[in-house]
Nanobody, 121 residues
Framework: QVQLVESGGGLVQAGGSLRLSCAIS????????MGWYRQVPGKQRDLVAV???????NYAGSVKGRFTVSRDNAKNTVYLKMNSLMPEDTAVYYC???????????????WGQGTQVTVSS
């Protein structure tokens, strides 16, 4: 019904940059917020950055000033530009979005499958 497909993860050295993308497809009627979370083994999934349909952004304190979230509404895609990467940024990054489909009035949260980001020291 709704698919979120992430891309752009990989291995990078500390201080380097990566850009993640998440394309949303399906029977879309409206997309509310779009965002990124990350998770390391044995820990909970934490918010990294989120952007509303009005362009308001919110960041985790640990990434503020280094990461930038943006969205292209025409392409139903959200991006995460990550600069000055550190080893502690290593995690699986998940895309999440609140979507209303053509099937009904409610907004429902959907997750992507995750993409691995590894930062070497």
């Amino acid at each position: 019904q709704v698919q979120l497909v992430e891309s752009g993860g990989g291995l990078v050295q500390a201080g380097g940059s990566l850009r993640l993308s998440c394309a949303i497809s399906g029977r879309l009627f409206s997309i509310n917020y779009m965002g990124w979370y990350r998770q390391v083994p044995g820990k909970q999934r934490d918010l990294v950055a989120v952007i509303t349909d009005g362009g308001i952004t919110n960041y985790a304190g640990s990434v503020k000033g280094r990461f930038t979230v943006s969205r292209d509404n025409a392409k139903n895609t959200v991006y995460l530009k990550m600069n000055s990467l550190m080893p502690e940024d290593t995690a699986v990054y998940y895309c999440k979005s609140s979507v209303r489909t053509t099937m009904g009035p409610a907004f429902v949260d959907y997750w992507g499958q995750g993409t691995q980001v590894t930062v070497s020291s």
